[in-house]
């Protein structure tokens, strides 16, 4: 592994943000994103974007939905989130090793890639959660919201840990480069 890390250079974190681009452009901006959702459900939005919910807010958003729309949340939304954190993951995981590699920083703090890697698993988490909610919204599981708000709200705060984590890797970058 630590050959693998030795040797990740610029072109590979190059690749992982167009990859990552390109995923956050279609799951929000294209018609088989949140994008298409908002169109036909005349702004009603989904889960994710919800930082935490209980039980009657989440089917109050999911009614507002209706059927067609938690229908393409579920077929068209879904399947993209779960290739989205991946890309994510690529990215931050590849310009945390870049700056790690960069700042002679790799050996000791590469467990910092456990940021993002924890950041995609419970994104994909809270999808599983959102698809039992969607398959069964006429007999929605209450553990089944619990899970995916928690895991919601934990994705997004390993989400900012690893911008922010990038942040701080970036700043260490430029000071010893002016050094």
Known sequence: MNYLFQKFTWKPAVVFSVLFGVA?????????GVSG??????????????????????????????????????????????????????????????LLKHTNKLNRLKGLLLIPVSAMLFDWIENIGIIAILINF?????????????????????????????????IAFVFKRKK
């Not at 956050?24 to 088989?32: C, K, L, P, Q, W």
């Not at 619990?146 to 390993?158: D, E, N, P, Y």
Request: charged fraction near 10%; charge should be negative; proline fraction near 2%.
């Open 24 to 32: 956050f452009a279609v799951i929000n901006y294209s018609g088989i």
């Open 138 to 170: 006429e007999y929605i599981n209450s553990f089944a919201v619990f899970t995916a708000s928690i895991s919601g709200m934990l994705k997004r705060a390993f989400t900012i840990a690893s911008i922010t984590t990038i942040g701080i890797l970036l």
């Open 37 to 98: 959702l908002l169109d036909i459900t005349n702004g009603a939005n989904i889960l994710d974007f919800e930082f935490g919910y209980d039980y009657e807010k989440a089917v109050a958003m999911l009614t507002a939905l209706g059927s067609d729309g938690r229908s393409f949340y579920l077929t068209k939304i879904i399947p993209l989130d779960f290739i989205f954190p991946f890309a994510y993951m690529l990215f931050y995981s590849g310009w945390i090793i870049l």
